[in-house]
């Protein structure tokens, strides 16, 4: 037997696995811390923010929104705001870069600030139909270059975020402040419409991938053209495997990212020498799990790690239920006909709506179970409030393969180590 312990919401729950579990390895070793500081005083092929900023008549920071507030965005914000003063700004617009995400709220803008908001500074949140700037351009996979105003007009333009796994822009972070971050409806949906190759999922769309990626690549194209003519700089934090801040980049847009994503890669790859038969994976607790689409990145992070159709037991608390009315609606619509949920992504592709349509593709064929405080909610698979119950729902009695446990999940990306031959 084996206490394992998974995160739910606040509380956690522990069970005695009388299962095989898996060894797991990380190389977190690699990566040496690096403060805010530090990477300011040092960034990477660019000159110093108070360099670029002198002179400039407007400095526009890019903010996550409080969906990312788990990256410590404030203390990045504060960071940079000292720097502009040093420089002699003496306004700051601060533009938070929703996305297709909600407005945000004054208290969600003073979380995400925290004291690095001066008063004579003004506080933007994007919208992706409103105050919009289109340059003319188009990508060469046809997205339109149509982004938010006051960024467009800026001087400089500093792009904050956060580096991990993300599951269609192979990694968060860098461009993704600009695309998705404060471009147009119809360019958000242009980009991701990459994620399908006619009625199919793109394979090549997927957690970790960047090089054969349509859609990171057409990201990566967007925002060399809105930077071209513009002074920018780049702060991201890399966190660790928990999901907590471990090491900052900062400098040119592009190459600080990349030194970013080999940090993430590090940090946050959890390695295995085999494939398991079926995956014990908690997102980490509140707020990975306060609803089910931000809890499916937990999903996404083991599907490496496990044999095909191998079983999957999530354990997540969901206090806000499914998440957006949008992902709801197509994971049930998934779920009754997924080549209906296919045609009515293509028609008016979200976010949401392709990553629940998505989920339940990926789970098809697999024996799956939601271990969560609020039932009401769409899974394809054993809804319940007990982990042995969903242990023989998704295992049976004479179960007698490997599992693997990922208490983490929302932090991390399981991948099996590849051996030469």
């Keep these: 037997m084996k206490s394992l312990a998974f995160k739910m919401g606040d509380d956690t729950l522990l069970w005695e696995c009388q299962y095989d579990i898996i060894n797991t390895t990380?190389?977190?070793g690699e990566v040496r811390p690096v403060d805010v500081e530090q990477a300011l005083n040092s960034p990477i092929e660019s000159p110093r923010l108070e360099e670029l900023a002198a002179g400039c008549r407007k400095v526009v920071v890019l903010v996550p929104d409080i969906t990312r507030a788990w990256q410590g965005i404030d203390r990045m914000c504060v960071a940079v705001r000292k720097r502009l003063s040093t420089a002699g700004v003496g306004e700051v617009t601060w533009l938070i870069a929703t996305g297709q995400h909600r407005r945000m709220s004054s208290d969600e803008e003073r979380v995400v600030l925290g004291e690095a908001r001066k008063p004579q500074d003004h506080v933007l949140c994007h919208q992706s139909t409103e105050n919009l700037t289109d340059t003319g351009k188009v990508t060469s996979r046809g997205t339109p270059i149509v982004i938010q105003k006051d960024a467009y007009e800026a001087d400089?333009?500093?792009?904050?975020?956060g580096i991990c796994y993300h599951d269609l822009a192979g990694f968060a972070g860098g461009r993704k402040i600009i695309i998705p971050g404060i471009s147009s409806r119809e360019s958000i949906q242009a980009n991701h419409r990459n994620g399908l190759i006619g009625n199919e999922f793109n394979e090549k769309v997927t957690c970790g991938e960047l090089d054969k990626n349509p859609v990171a690549l057409d990201m990566e194209e967007y925002t060399k053209v809105v930077l071209k003519d513009k002074k920018s700089f780049l702060l991201n934090v890399i966190t660790d495997e928990r999901g907590k801040p471990h090491s900052y980049v900062a400098g040119n847009f592009l190459e600080a990212w990349r030194k970013g994503v080999r940090e993430a890669q590090a940090l946050q790859t959890i390695w295995v020498d085999e494939l398991a038969d079926v995956a014990f994976v908690s997102c980490g607790g509140y707020?990975?799990?306060?609803?089910?689409?931000q809890a499916t990145k937990a999903l996404t992070a083991v599907y490496h790690g496990i044999k095909d159709r191998g079983g999957i037991i999530l354990v997540a608390e969901l206090r806000e239920g499914m998440g957006t009315p949008i992902f709801d609606r197509f994971m049930r619509l998934a779920m009754g006909d997924l080549v209906v949920a296919i045609e009515e992504l293509k028609k008016d592709f979200t976010i949401p709506a392709y990553i629940a349509t998505k989920t339940v593709h990926e789970?098809?064929?697999?024996r799956c179970a939601l271990v969560t405080k609020n039932k009401n909610v769409a899974f394809p698979g054993l809804i319940?409030?007990?982990?042995?119950?969903?242990?023989?729902?998704?295992?049976?009695e004479a179960f007698a393969g490997r599992a693997l446990y990922i208490p983490t999940?929302?932090?991390v990306h399981v991948e099996k180590v590849k051996r030469e031959v």
């Design 287 to 293: 707020p990975y799990d306060l609803e089910l689409y």
């Design 26 to 28: 990380t190389r977190a």
């Design 363 to 366: 789970l098809q064929g697999r």
């Design 384 to 396: 319940t409030d007990n982990i042995e119950e969903a242990a023989n729902y998704v295992l049976g």
């Design 409 to 411: 999940g929302n932090a």
């Design 156 to 161: 400089l333009l500093i792009l904050l975020g």
